[in-house]
């Protein structure tokens, strides 16, 4: 079983930046391909970013490409979503996931993940 942590979020002005981290539980993690999925009020979940357990490959949805980076440390067994140029539509709680297969690369549908952290909200003001 892993556990995962999310933390970073809060309130920030359109244009502002904010880093997410997940903090995972668990020795296997470097073998795990990670993600970030967010979900806004009344609005389906919708993925964000993910990254390979090597951290050779990583994938972003088109909303976000250029303005978000997705990392990982697997030393510390976490994993980054760095938040530039913040848009008030981002507005959403960001949940982080886990892929255990070790074998998807960088996974960008939900069902693909097995492990979910409670999510951090992340508010933007215009």
């Known amino acids: 079983q892993v556990q995962l942590v999310e933390s970073g979020g809060g309130l920030v002005q359109a244009g502002d930046s904010l880093r997410l981290s997940c903090a995972a539980s668990?020795?296997?993690?470097?073998?795990?391909?990670m993600g970030w999925f967010r979900q806004a009020p009344g609005k389906e979940r919708e993925f964000v970013a993910a990254?390979?357990?090597?951290?050779?490959?990583?994938y972003y949805a088109d909303s976000v490409k250029g303005r978000f980076t997705i990392s990982r440390d697997n030393a510390k067994n976490t994993v980054y979503l760095q938040m530039n140029s913040l848009k008030p539509e981002d507005t959403a709680v960001y949940y982080c996931?886990?892929?255990?297969?070790?074998?998807?690369?960088?996974?960008?549908?939900?069902?693909?993940?097995?492990?979910w952290g409670q999510g951090t909200q992340v508010t933007v003001s215009s």
């Open positions: 996931a886990a892929d255990r297969s070790g074998h998807r690369g960088t996974p960008a549908r939900d069902d693909e993940y097995d492990y």
């Open positions: 990254i390979s357990w090597s951290g050779d490959s990583t």
């Open positions: 668990g020795r296997t993690f470097g073998s795990y391909a």
